[in-house]
């Protein structure tokens, strides 16, 4: 059965950074690129990015770049994305999805990041 | 960016009754849309890839069809498991990009 089990959820201080984690299982890490969605609260859905775990390649949203960076231990199986010089826009819900080429066939459970002094 | 209009917004439907949602690309996106349903506190689950190919385990109700700009999916009963939030994504080129979702419940 395919899993993908994030970290939990996050209460951080505006300017700081936080790092979630998705732990994969169930197929081969690698064989699979790894996708990170945002949903604002009561909002839609943006793409953040994707990283290929196989070669360590990313791509990013134009909008997220310098805000997230993805990176992979194949290792453990585990996706990452840090988030940095977090304001209150980036407060919202994180997930983890695995593409089935170019759609999303699993998702994670979400890591909801609230940003807050 | 590929820009994706969703219609309508919002809607509700008695039991058994069709149900039609439409999606909008701002250019040709092949066939290269998918379809997901978001229940309120999970995360979205694919319903349909490829415009009109089902996933695995989605009851056969549901279908997806449509082609260029224009894509559409049918719920043929709705039942009330089916009420929650629906969006579209083309995975055309990147960035991926999502409709604002519409908002199905129960009559």
């Known amino acids: 059965e395919v899993k993908l089990q994030q970290s939990g959820d996050e209460l951080v201080r505006p300017g700081a950074s936080v790092k979630m984690s998705c732990k994969a299982s169930g197929y081969t890490f690698t064989d699979y690129a790894m996708h990170w969605v945002k949903q604002s609260p009561g909002q839609g859905l943006e793409w953040i990015g994707t990283i290929i775990p196989l070669i360590d390649t990313t791509s990013y949203n134009q909008k997220f770049k310098g805000k997230a960076t993805l990176t992979a231990d194949k290792s453990s199986n585990t996706a990452y994305m840090e988030l940095s010089r977090l304001t209150s826009e980036d407060s919202a819900v994180y997930y983890c999805a695995r593409e089935g080429s170019w759609y999303f066939d699993y998702w994670g459970q979400g890591v909801m990041v609230t940003v807050s002094s | ?107």
Do not use: H, N
């Not at chain 2, 219609?7 to 996106?29: F, K, N, Y």
């Not at chain 2, 978001?38 to 190919?53: R, V």
């Open chain 2, 1 to 107: 960016d590929i820009q994706m209009t969703q219609s309508p917004a919002s809607l509700s439907a008695s039991l058994g009754e069709t149900v039609t949602i439409q999606c909008r690309a701002s250019e040709d996106i092949y066939s290269g849309l998918a379809w997901y349903q978001q229940k309120p506190g999970k995360s979205p689950q694919l319903l349909i890839y490829g415009a009109s190919s089902l996933q695995d385990g989605v009851p056969s109700r549901f279908s997806g069809s449509g082609s260029g700009t224009q894509y559409s999916l049918k719920i043929s009963s709705m039942q009330t498991e089916d009420e929650g939030v629906y969006f579209c994504q083309q995975g055309l080129k990147y960035p991926y990009t999502f409709g604002a979702g519409t908002k199905l419940e129960l009559k």
